[in-house]
Antibody, heavy 120, light 104 residues
Framework: QVQFMESGGGVVQSRKSLRVSCETS????????MHWVRQAPGQGLEWVAL????????YYADSVKGRFIISRDNSKNTLYLDMNGLRGEDTAVYYC?????????????WGQGTLVTVSS | IQMTQSPSSFSASTGDRVTVTCRAS??????LAWYQQKPGKVPKLLIY???TLQSGVPSRFSGSGSGTDFTLTISCLQSEDFASYYC?????????FGGGTKVE
């Protein structure tokens, strides 16, 4: 069955960097666009970034543009999010989510999430 | 694009007909999805393209609307439906979610 396994979360100091990863299985990874969505403790959902199925196009939320980089390795069925210049407001559970073939598609399958905590 | 949901929370009873509304700050055609999230759980896709039910989702859930105004309706609330519901537009980058509606 489809499985998304996020990893790399943890406690990181403000202004530092962290990479989170999402390893997928049971899923034709290289066919679909992929997203990162985050949820701060007790808050709603916030869309973070998208990468097209071939890695050619990336889009970002204004809150992370210039600090975060989304990438993928289709040979490893893995999605990444490199987070730089972390701030307290980046503290959240980060979900890896599948999209569609087209970038303008709904979000379909969600991973379990990985918690990133930014400390001062 | 700003997505505004109303109400932010409300109380309901099993068997009630429930309606949640979502308004987009500009037209998004039918590029709208609804997600359900139960406490401590991962969000789940309910409806996409404003009115298409995701496979496996009970038929008591329905969605309608296009342009800027959308609704999610639960025809007969069941105990397992007490959760938070989010709308999301995927018409224009950056994509955006509504603030959520908690059904208590």
């Amino acid at each position: 069955q489809v499985q998304f396994m996020e990893s790399g979360g943890g406690v990181v100091q403000s202004r530092k960097s962290l990479r989170v990863s999402c390893e997928t299985s049971g899923f034709t990874f290289n066919y679909y666009a992929m997203h990162w969505v985050r949820q701060a403790p007790g808050q709603g959902l916030e869309w973070v970034a998208l990468i097209s199925y071939d890695g050619k196009y990336q889009y970002y939320a204004d809150s992370v543009k210039g600090r975060f980089i989304i990438s993928r390795d289709n040979s490893k069925n893995t999605l990444y999010l490199d987070m730089n210049g972390l701030r307290g407001e980046d503290t959240a559970v980060y979900y890896c989510v599948s999209g569609g073939r087209l970038v303008t598609s709904h979000l379909e399958f969600w991973g379990q999430g990985t918690l990133v905590t930014v400390s001062s | 694009i700003q997505m505004t949901q109303s109400p932010s929370s409300f109380s309901a009873s099993t068997g009630d007909r429930v309606t949640v509304t979502c308004r987009a700050s500009q037209g998004i055609s039918s590029y709208l999805a609804w997600y359900q999230q139960k406490p401590g759980k991962v969000p789940k896709l309910l409806i996409y393209a404003a009115s298409t039910l995701q496979s496996g989702v009970p038929s008591r859930f329905s969605g309608s609307g296009s342009g800027t105004d959308f609704t999610l309706t639960i025809s007969c609330l069941q105990s397992e439906d007490f959760a938070s519901y989010y709308c999301q537009q995927y018409h224009t980058f950056p994509f955006s979610f509504g603030g959520g509606t908690k059904v208590e």
